[in-house]
């Protein structure tokens, strides 16, 4: 039976029997952990990211938040995976062969898209960038400005054509506070709240009033040159974490979608159907 969905809020038609994705977003700060009914995002969650963890490690905190849900590792029926973090990929394969019985699909060089890359070297741009493209081009249509608000402030630039064009990185708001805190003597560590003006009265709201009113002036700066650049008047589509702080501060940002990635992972999954196979499951 086939079953019809909004792009944008995933709400189901008619009902079917729908294969269980587990959707991975492995990023150098949170690794964010979706699980799609269908094209339904039934589950979402963020852990933190950490190089030493085991797979058993990683598995225990899949399987514990999957509870949560009422849902067990035999209800997963696939799995796709994005990594910039390269020493987690197998890790995280591991997790889903050992314990969810499925071969993950791993976003790289190698799989099927349908975009074309026009960077100096394709193999350059990182998967999350890709990933984030897909999922910008199905739900809203080229031109489009991409800002993701992750480890790093990336935009991506898709011509009206379809294509990744490139883009620009710049560092991310977390390292930036990091920053500030580590490299100066009487700086404190502070959480990033809209200050209620732009001239801080105390230091915290100072350091506040930089960073979030200083990376608003770096997203309009940058996303206006992008526009000339592209010819055209480009949406802009915002996500990662830090993504409703900034764009409630803006104009230039038009939407606000933090499961952009997810929805891209789910894309590219549907795509390459048929490469990922199951290890074998069997009596379900």
């Given at each position: 039976m086939s079953i019809t969905v909004s792009a944008r809020d995933g709400r189901t038609a008619a009902a079917r029997d729908v294969n269980m994705l587990l959707?991975?977003?492995?990023?150098?700060?949170?690794i964010t952990i979706g699980v799609f009914d269908g094209e339904k995002i039934r589950a979402r969650w963020s852990i933190a990211t950490d190089v030493e963890n085991l797979v058993d490690e990683y598995a225990i905190l899949l399987l514990s938040l999957l509870q949560t849900e009422d849902l067990r590792a035999a209800d997963i029926?696939?799995?796709?995976?994005?990594s910039?973090?390269?020493?987690?990929?197998?890790?995280f394969q591991d997790v889903c062969r050992r314990y969810f019985k499925v071969v993950p699909l791993v976003v790289d060089p190698g799989v099927r898209t349908g975009i074309r890359i026009l960077y100096d070297s394709p193999r350059d741009v990182g998967a999350d960038r890709v990933i984030d493209a897909v999922a910008a081009i199905k739900l809203y249509g080229p031109p489009l400005i991409i800002v993701d608000f992750g480890t790093a402030t990336v935009f991506d630039a898709i011509s009206r054509e379809g294509d990744y064009v490139g883009g620009a990185i710049a560092p991310g708001i977390g390292i930036s506070l990091e920053a500030l805190f580590e490299r100066t003597a009487k700086l404190p560590r502070i959480e990033l709240e809209r200050p209620k003006h732009a001239i801080g009265k105390t230091t915290v709201n100072a350091m506040q009033s930089g960073v979030i009113f200083g990376y608003v002036g770096l997203i309009e700066g940058i996303i206006a040159r992008m526009k000339k650049e592209l010819d055209g008047d480009a949406k802009v589509i915002a996500t990662g974490g830090y993504a409703p702080l900034i764009a409630r501060e803006t104009s230039v940002i038009q939407e606000v979608n933090v499961d952009l990635t997810l929805v891209g992972l789910r894309l590219i999954q549907e795509a390459n159907r048929g490469q990922a196979m199951p290890t074998g499951r069997q009596g379900r």
């Amino acid at each position: 039976m086939s079953i019809t969905v909004s792009a944008r809020d995933g709400r189901t038609a008619a009902a079917r029997d729908v294969n269980m994705l587990l959707a991975l977003d492995i990023g150098n700060t949170a690794i964010t952990i979706g699980v799609f009914d269908g094209e339904k995002i039934r589950a979402r969650w963020s852990i933190a990211t950490d190089v030493e963890n085991l797979v058993d490690e990683y598995a225990i905190l899949l399987l514990s938040l999957l509870q949560t849900e009422d849902l067990r590792a035999a209800d997963i029926d696939e799995a796709v995976l994005g990594s910039v973090v390269p020493s987690l990929t197998p890790v995280f394969q591991d997790v889903c062969r050992r314990y969810f019985k499925v071969v993950p699909l791993v976003v790289d060089p190698g799989v099927r898209t349908g975009i074309r890359i026009l960077y100096d070297s394709p193999r350059d741009v990182g998967a999350d960038r890709v990933i984030d493209a897909v999922a910008a081009i199905k739900l809203y249509g080229p031109p489009l400005i991409i800002v993701d608000f992750g480890t790093a402030t990336v935009f991506d630039a898709i011509s009206r054509e379809g294509d990744y064009v490139g883009g620009a990185i710049a560092p991310g708001i977390g390292i930036s506070l990091e920053a500030l805190f580590e490299r100066t003597a009487k700086l404190p560590r502070i959480e990033l709240e809209r200050p209620k003006h732009a001239i801080g009265k105390t230091t915290v709201n100072a350091m506040q009033s930089g960073v979030i009113f200083g990376y608003v002036g770096l997203i309009e700066g940058i996303i206006a040159r992008m526009k000339k650049e592209l010819d055209g008047d480009a949406k802009v589509i915002a996500t990662g974490g830090y993504a409703p702080l900034i764009a409630r501060e803006t104009s230039v940002i038009q939407e606000v979608n933090v499961d952009l990635t997810l929805v891209g992972l789910r894309l590219i999954q549907e795509a390459n159907r048929g490469q990922a196979m199951p290890t074998g499951r069997q009596g379900r």
